[in-house]
Every structure is written in C-alpha cells, then in structure tokens.
C-alpha cells in the first residue's frame, strides 16, 4: 500500500510559476518511480512528467518539455513538479502516480512507463489571462 497526498496546486496567471508537491508514506519511497498526471474539465487524464527511482532519469510529456521540471528527495519522501511559464490550457487536476514501472530505453527511444495502482486525491491548478 501506498498512501499519496499532493499539495501546491492555486491559481495563477499566465507566465506564472507554481510547484507542487506528492509526499508518500506506506512503502519504501526510494524504489518507486514516480509521475504527474493532470485531468482538465471534459478531458481524460494524461501523463505529464514522470522520474526513475534508481538512477533520476526523467521524461516529459512534449507539451511541458522545458516548461516543467520534475524531481525527488527521497529523504523526504517527495516528489516534485516545478511549474513554470504556465499557459491556459496547464488548467488541470494534477495527479501523481506511483509508478508500477519506468524502464530506460536508450537510444531505443522513450522509457517505457506504466502507471501503477496508487494516486493521489488531486491538486487543482487553474491558469487566469
């Protein structure tokens, strides 16, 4: 069992920054591969940036490629996504995942990652013109 609760979601205006935060408890923290996903009003949920347990490897959605960074303290049982240059259409509930696997690929291509069973409730993130 894993337990996840996010937090740092708000409003903010186009341009803005936000970072918000997924602590975990139930399980060894560190052997987890984590991601974030958001779910905007009438839309499914999508995969927005995820980060490998052992080695720090990251991937992210193309549509937040070098806008969002996301990254871990194991000490902390945290995991992060920094937020920035945010638009419109990043309006979502951001969720995070612990992830059932992230596999490296190399020059194959992109990881392979698979969602596991365990979310968090949600942080509403609205973006304001």
């Known amino acids: 069992q894993v337990q996840l609760v996010e937090s740092g979601g708000g409003l903010v205006q186009v341009g803005g920054s936000l970072r918000l935060s997924c602590t975990a408890s139930?399980?060894?923290?560190?052997?987890?591969?984590m991601g974030w996903f958001r779910q905007a009003p009438g839309k499914g949920r999508e995969f927005v940036a995820a980060?490998?347990?052992?080695?720090?490897?990251?991937y992210y959605a193309h549509y937040v490629k070098d806008r969002f960074t996301i990254s871990r303290d194991d000490a902390k049982n945290t995991v992060y996504l920094q937020m920035n240059s945010l638009n419109l259409e990043d309006t979502a509930v951001y969720y995070c995942?612990?992830?059932?696997?992230?596999?490296?690929?190399?020059?194959?291509?992109?990881?392979?990652?698979?969602?596991?069973?365990?979310w968090g409730q949600g942080t509403q993130v609205t973006v304001s013109s």
């Open positions: 980060i490998n347990s052992n080695d720090g490897a990251t």
């Open positions: 139930g399980r060894t923290f560190g052997s987890l591969p």
């Open positions: 995942n612990a992830l059932r696997e992230y596999q490296n690929r190399g020059a194959a291509g992109p990881p392979r990652i698979r969602i596991g069973d365990y």
